[in-house]
């Protein structure tokens, strides 16, 4: 899981950028379980307080519609 979360100091908004979900849709991960669950409640967390949401690409936006029921309007993507 490639998640970055930072404050912009110039606005003060809190931004989450979120690489990919692999951790959720691949079961075969090198992870357990603790470590799975771990970071699906810390990613929720996360983009529950965020301002801005960036996505990598058109999949993660999807999965962070399917997964977390993050509105469309609140996700940027990049590529």
Known sequence: MRTVKYKDK?????IVKVG???????????????????RHHKLKWMLRKA?????????VADG???YYFIPRDRITILH
């Open 20 to 38: 990919d979900l692999g951790f959720l849709a691949d079961r075969t991960c090198r992870h357990n379980w603790f470590k799975i669950h771990f």
């Open 10 to 14: 110039a606005t003060g908004r809190k």
């Open 51 to 59: 301002d801005l949401i960036v996505a990598e690409n058109k999949d």
């Open 64 to 66: 962070l519609v399917r």
